[in-house]
């Protein structure tokens, strides 16, 4: 015979008197599993055994929701840290902007003159972007005018 019991190795008077001493927190670790599980079976479904079945099912249920609110708890700690980073971090962002906006000016040099107004410095990159305009297309009409130019005297 095994050291391990199981629950037909134990009549229903040793049942009641490990009953007896769970109700004293005599038992240890595997008698309670045990008891667990004798409850299921079709031998413990009489009335010597209701008040057992209804404290062993009541602390099974208050486990099992303490570990609910307990990983809820942890979750709500996570989600409340990443909030927290997520908020720090559109703060920080938003003063980088606000400094760097503060930060940029608009400046042009027309004649050896410092100018910062925004208007003046635009209407002079406008002026410049169209002088580079001008210089590209006469710069490539001639390349193009030399290119064929070339071409016929190497011929």
Not at 6 to 11: E, I, M, Q, S
Not at 20 to 23: A, L
């Given at each position: 015979m095994n050291n391990r019991q199981?629950?037909?190795?134990?009549?229903r008077e040793e049942w009641l008197r490990l009953a007896?001493?769970?109700?004293e927190a005599e038992?240890?670790?595997?008698e309670e599993a045990e008891?667990?599980?004798?409850?299921?079976?079709?031998?413990?479904?009489?009335q010597e055994f209701d008040e057992l079945?209804?404290?062993?099912?009541?602390?099974?249920?208050?486990?099992?929701?303490s570990r609910r609110q307990h990983s809820r708890s942890r979750r709500h700690t996570v989600m409340r840290y990443a909030v927290a980073a997520s908020v720090a971090c559109v703060v920080a962002m938003a003063g980088w902007m606000?400094?760097?906006?503060?930060?940029?000016?608009?400046?042009v040099y027309i004649g050896g003159e410092r100018y910062t107004d925004e208007a003046i410095v635009r209407q002079q990159m406008q002026l410049s972007l169209q002088?580079?305009?001008?210089?590209?297309?006469?710069?490539?009409?001639?390349?193009q005018l030399?290119?064929?130019?070339n071409t016929l005297n190497e011929e």
């Open positions: 199981t629950t037909y190795d134990r009549t007896e001493r769970y109700f038992t240890s670790e595997a008891l667990r599980r004798f409850l299921a079976t079709p031998d413990a479904q009489c079945r209804a404290v062993m099912g009541y602390l099974a249920t208050g486990r099992r929701l606000a400094h760097d906006m503060r930060s940029n000016q608009c400046v002088a580079m305009g001008e210089a590209s297309a006469t710069v490539e009409l001639d390349n030399s290119d064929i130019f």
